[in-house]
């Protein structure tokens, strides 16, 4: 399909996705982190962009030859989102002079009704005082800055941004994880970090989530479908004797591809009025049919999918990474559920 994407942008955008590309096995092997690919990204004027299918296109394309790169992209687009109204906060993130953090998975799940904000604010003379744990984050580099929720004893509940680096915030080790090593992911603990009135994003975290949250799921849908697509795309290039038996599955992959894509930029074009159960359903459906993609190369790809090192693999050890990626495949069905 054609997408709604300037010929400046792709053209910058196939500059840096070359790049990426060409690091995917250092980024995959943790030999390297994605900060140089979100700086290419910066430099090349692709985060901030005005229109939201050509965001879209940015995340779905670095995804296609690094989910890694592509998930830390989608994170640090989301607290440039965040902080639209807040140039003082977001001219950095725009040139990925430093990275943006997204911490507001416990925001989404709050406001669903599937949990309480597990971070503390104290109301001070000056702002506000954080106690808690951020239990996953990404991008978390020494220079970051968080976009966070949190809420107070008498139940108010605000959007805040911390930096990395502030006294009190607490970067616990971070685990070995397959294939997303290279992304800074790893929990955090607050521990009477001040935040200035000035680093209030919103008093209002209900009003917040339902405004940033089809472009959230938009933009991990983006992700699902680049990794899907780069997926079928060497999975339809197999040419060993037993290809044949997997035909039917790899035509019913890519026409369920091509519809998830199709859906992704129609709602893209204009997000506040989609139907957030459908986005919902969307976010769903790609990402299972990454999995299934990726399996599916996988598969084909023979031994040389279960060697490490082969994109076959990588691909196939990101997408393991997407039922769990917040929100989960369990709250996307829950949350589909609560629409009847």
Same mark, same amino acid.
């Given at each position: 399909?054609?997408?709604?994407?300037?010929?400046?942008?792709?053209?910058?955008?196939?500059?840096?996705?070359?790049?990426?590309?060409? !690091?995917?096995?250092?980024?995959?092997?943790?030999?390297?982190?994605?900060?140089?690919?979100? !700086?290419?990204?910066?430099?090349?004027?692709?985060?901030?962009?005005?229109?939201?299918?050509?965001?879209?296109?940015?995340?779905?394309?670095?995804?296609?030859?690094?989910? #890694?790169?592509?998930?830390?992209?989608?994170?640090?687009?989301?607290?440039?989102?965040?902080?639209?109204? !807040?140039?003082?906060?977001?001219?950095?993130?725009?040139?990925?002079?430093?990275?943006?953090?997204?911490?507001?998975?416990?925001?989404?799940?709050?406001?669903?009704?599937?949990?309480?904000? *597990?971070?503390?604010?104290?109301?001070?003379?000056?702002?506000?005082?954080?106690?808690? *744990?951020?239990?996953?984050?990404?991008?978390?580099?020494?220079?970051?800055?968080?976009?966070?929720?949190?809420?107070?004893?008498?139940?108010?509940?605000?959007?805040? =941004?911390?930096?990395?680096?502030?006294?009190?915030?607490?970067?616990? *080790?971070?685990?070995?994880?397959?294939?997303?090593?290279?992304?800074?992911?790893?929990?955090?603990?607050?521990?009477?970090?001040?935040?200035?009135?000035?680093?209030?994003?919103? #008093?209002?975290?209900?009003?917040?989530?339902?405004?940033?949250?089809?472009?959230?799921?938009?933009?991990?849908?983006?992700?699902?479908?680049?990794?899907?697509?780069? =997926?079928?795309?060497?999975?339809?290039?197999?040419?060993?004797?037993?290809?044949?038996?997997?035909?039917?599955?790899?035509?019913?992959?890519?026409?369920?591809?091509?519809?998830?894509?199709?859906?992704?930029?129609?709602?893209?074009?204009?997000?506040?009025?989609?139907?957030?159960?459908?986005?919902?359903?969307?976010?769903?459906?790609?990402?299972?049919? #990454?999995?299934?993609?990726?399996?599916?190369?996988? #598969?084909? =790809?023979?031994?040389?999918?279960?060697?490490?090192?082969?994109?076959?693999?990588?691909?196939?050890?990101?997408?393991?990474?997407?039922?769990?990626?917040?929100?989960?495949?369990?709250?996307?069905?829950?949350?589909?559920?609560?629409?009847?």
């Amino acid at each position: 399909m054609t997408t709604l994407v300037s010929d400046d942008v792709a053209t910058r955008l196939a500059h840096v996705t070359a790049g990426v590309d060409a !690091r995917a096995g250092d980024l995959d092997a943790g030999q390297t982190d994605v900060r140089d690919d979100l !700086r290419a990204l910066g430099a090349a004027g692709l985060f901030g962009l005005p229109d939201l299918p050509e965001t879209v296109r940015v995340i779905e394309q670095v995804s296609a030859v690094s989910l #890694a790169a592509g998930f830390s992209a989608w994170a640090h687009q989301m607290a440039i989102h965040y902080l639209a109204d !807040r140039p003082d906060l977001s001219e950095a993130l725009l040139t990925a002079r430093r990275p943006g953090v997204t911490a507001m998975a416990a925001g989404l799940k709050h406001v669903a009704g599937l949990g309480q904000l *597990p971070i503390f604010a104290g109301e001070t003379r000056r702002g506000l005082r954080l106690n808690g *744990p951020i239990r996953w984050a990404s991008n978390v580099f020494d220079d970051a800055l968080i976009v966070l929720p949190a809420r107070t004893a008498a139940g108010r509940l605000y959007v805040v =941004a911390v930096d990395v680096s502030a006294v009190g915030v607490v970067i616990d *080790p971070a685990p070995a994880l397959m294939a997303l090593g290279s992304t800074g992911s790893t929990s955090l603990r607050l521990e009477e970090v001040e935040v200035h009135a000035d680093r209030i994003i919103s #008093a209002d975290l209900t009003g917040f989530v339902r405004g940033i949250k089809p472009t959230f799921l938009l933009l991990q849908t983006a992700f699902c479908v680049g990794v899907t697509g780069a =997926a079928l795309t060497a999975a339809g290039r197999a040419t060993d004797g037993l290809a044949a038996q997997f035909d039917g599955d790899l035509a019913d992959l890519v026409s369920q591809a091509e519809h998830n894509r199709r859906r992704l930029y129609e709602f893209a074009t204009a997000p506040a009025e989609a139907d957030l159960a459908e986005v919902i359903r969307l976010r769903l459906n790609a990402a299972n049919a #990454a999995v299934g993609a990726t399996r599916l190369e996988s #598969a084909l =790809a023979g031994g040389q999918g279960y060697r490490a090192g082969t994109a076959a693999n990588r691909r196939f050890r990101e997408a393991a990474f997407l039922p769990v990626q917040s929100p989960s495949e369990g709250q996307l069905r829950w949350e589909l559920k609560q629409y009847g």
